[in-house]
Nanobody
Framework: QVQLVESGGGLVQAGGSLRLSCAAS????????MGWYRQAPGKSRELVAS???????NYADSVKGRFTISRDNAKNTVYLQMNSLKPEDTAVYYC??????????WGQGTQVTVSS
C-alpha cells in the first residue's frame, strides 16, 4: 500500500509562482513514475508532468518552459515548481505514482487558483 500527501497549493496572482510537494509513504518500489495531474471544473483530468525514478521527464505542451518537475528518491518526494502562472492553470492538482498499469496511486489533491 502507498499513500501520497500533497501540499503547497494556494491562491496567487497571474505571473506568480508556487511549488507543490508530494510525499509518498508505504511500500515504495522502484522503478516507478511519479507525476502531477490537474482537473478543472467541468473538464477531464490531464497530465501536467511526470518523472521516472531514473530521472527522465515529460511535460504537457501547455506548461513547457514554465513548470519544472523534480524528485528526491531518498525522501520519496516529488516537486512541481510552477512559474509564470496563468489563470488557465487554475485546477485541483493531484499527485500520482505508477509502478505498473495495475499499481497506481493518487493523492487527495491540492487546489491551485490563479487570479488575473
Amino acid at each position: 500500500q502507498v499513500q501520497l500527501v500533497e501540499s503547497g497549493g494556494g491562491l496567487v496572482q497571474a505571473g506568480g509562482s508556487l511549488r507543490l510537494s508530494c510525499a509518498a509513504s508505504g511500500s515504495i518500489l522502484r522503478p516507478n513514475v511519479m507525476g502531477w495531474y490537474r482537473q478543472a471544473p467541468g473538464k477531464s483530468r490531464e497530465l501536467v508532468a511526470s518523472i521516472a525514478s531514473g530521472g527522465s521527464t515529460n511535460y504537457a505542451d501547455s506548461v513547457k518552459g514554465r513548470f519544472t518537475i523534480s524528485r528526491d528518491n531518498a525522501k520519496n518526494t516529488v516537486y512541481l515548481q510552477m512559474n509564470s502562472l496563468k489563470p488557465e492553470d487554475t485546477a485541483v492538482y493531484y499527485c500520482n505514482l505508477e509502478r505498473s498499469l495495475i499499481n497506481k496511486y493518487w493523492g487527495q489533491g491540492t487546489q491551485v487558483t490563479v487570479s488575473s
